[in-house]
């Protein structure tokens, strides 16, 4: 596609006014959100994102939000996922599925330690044929 003279793919995302530059962020582990954060951009800026100045604070969520964040990340085939919701005036949409999403901001703002919570999981389900599947 070409766009303002450049030969380029576009990813075009709606933007969603009444989320006001905040979004949920829902740290699933199998098939259960361990913590859930939610990030506001700071002033001026849209992304709400830590490591660009967002603020986070703890969030609670819907039965319906944690419903669709452990859908999404079971949809992807991911065991660990970080799910970005955004509040819309139609309902939760997920924004973003991490596979490989940071801890440190989460485990700072809420308290929980997801690591700990990851390696729980992994006990529990480590069969060989779950060994064989992460590790090719």
Avoid at 23 to 38: H, Q, S, T, Y
Avoid at 57 to 85: C, F, M, Y
Avoid at 101 to 128: N, S, Y
């Amino acid at each position: 596609m070409r766009f303002g003279g450049f030969n380029a793919h576009i990813l075009v995302q709606e933007y969603i006014a009444e989320a006001k530059g905040c979004d949920i962020r829902c740290l699933v582990v199998g098939n259960e959100v361990v913590a859930a954060i939610e990030r506001c951009a700071k002033a001026g800026d849209f992304r709400s994102n830590l490591h660009r100045g967002g603020v986070a604070s703890i969030a609670t969520i819907t039965p319906r939000e944690r419903d669709i964040a452990i859908k999404a990340a079971q949809t992807l085939g991911l065991d660990v996922a970080g799910v970005d919701i955004l509040r819309a005036a139609r309902g939760p949409l997920v924004m973003e599925v991490n596979a490989s999403p940071g801890l440190e901001g989460i485990e700072k703002t809420t308290g929980v330690d997801i690591a700990g919570r990851m390696i729980q999981w992994i006990e529990r389900h480590a069969t060989p044929e779950f060994c064989l599947k992460i590790g090719g």
